[in-house]
């Protein structure tokens, strides 16, 4: 079977065929890095992740390149330093809550199961790729200087005799509409209401950098063009999947397919445009003043990572996802069978049952189908496929002990329960034994008794 994926650009699934099967490359949009993340941020981690996988299973580890970005550069990182460090020069408050943040950030992922990317490119580090970028642009027609700002022209770009695409391609949006729809409100420096920002001036202890030519005052770069930037460094002019949330296709996927075809004349960025739906909690829309904002770490605290990596992967990509504690206290039952029946054992080779449906445009929902038949048919199998999908990082005990630890009570306190519990049984004290076996359920621990004599396990 060939790998197929769904192209925003095109609307349609395609098969993959990529620029050069001995350098695949893909490019995700990474966080902004001024707080934790929520778990919707990390539904494009574990999607890609798992994209990642399965194009080194089938290219080889050596043949992928995977690159997602750090932006380190916006103005929520600089109200954050300047809030939580009122007393450091602002650049320096700035490093503080970067560092801190993306420290917290891969401690997240990490936990999460995601491998690495092959680059982590930050923002602040490109800054010459972006001024080399604005200034193509300008030189090419597509962007103007306008009072110590850079701005880049759509209409000058769908004016262009030539095979650039049109603007509006991705989101498919038409460029009348737009303007039509603009606010009236629009910046005086701006020739058109559609225009965008490549390039702003900083305001005063504001982290700056010398602008493109033609500009004398330092500035910074707008958001777009970061990503443009970081591409085109590592992965060039044109490479195979560009990825990242829905919310993201406009205006910021829109913004750097204008930037990058129109700054190296390319009719296209990226061959496969791919994004994640969103995701909600508890079947509302998540946000701050509603007071069900989850971060990672968060929920961290209370689950391996494993279990919300496995919970996100139930839903398709694309379909929006809701987020609930049902779902996940499901999702920690299965990954406690599956670590009992398969860590343990030699992986065999990843079932076609499971890599199938992921070669069809990621159908995780149906490989897990596929890894539940597996169950009772084909233990390596199933190791080996959950191994592909980013699971089963630890052993069957560690699993089980790291429970033990987040549940706050060892096993010799447990066992010397159920010590004192049988005893009661046997002298017939059912009234004691009964409010042992209670006791050890409300410290999540489920006892089981046989001829044998009885076992026990945290059921969390
Ligand atoms: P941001 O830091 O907001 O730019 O988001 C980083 C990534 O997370 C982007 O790819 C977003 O599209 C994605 N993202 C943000 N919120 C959600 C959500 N609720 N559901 C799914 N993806 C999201
Ligand atoms: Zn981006």
Redo the contacts with the bound molecule.
Sequence with gaps: MELRLYDTLSREKRAFVPLDPRNVRMY?????VYDF?????A???IVFDVLFRLLRHLYGEAHVKYVRNI?DVDDKINDRAARDFPGLPLNEAIRKVTEQTGKQFHADVDALGALRPSVEPRATEHIGEMREIIERLVKGGFAYVAEDHVLFSPQAMNAANSTLPRYGALSKRSLDEMIAGARVDVAPYKRDATDFVLWKPSKPGEPSWPSPSGIKAEGRPGWHVECSAMAWKHLGEHFDIH??????VFPHHENEVAQTCCAFHRERMANYWM??????VESE??SKSLGNFITIHELLADWPGEVLRLNMLKTHYRSP?DWTMKSLEESAKTLDDWYRVAADVAPGKPAASVVDPLLDDLNTPLAIAALHGLRSSDVPALAGSLRLLGFLSESAAQWEGRKQQASGVDAKEVEGLIAERTAARSRKDFKESDRIRDLLAAMGVAIKDSKDGTTWEFSR
């Design positions: 995700v949009c990474g966080p902004t993340a929520h778990i919707g941020n539904r494009p981690v932006t990825g990242g949330g829905i919310d993201l994004h994640n739906g969103f995701l909600q829309k998540m996802i």
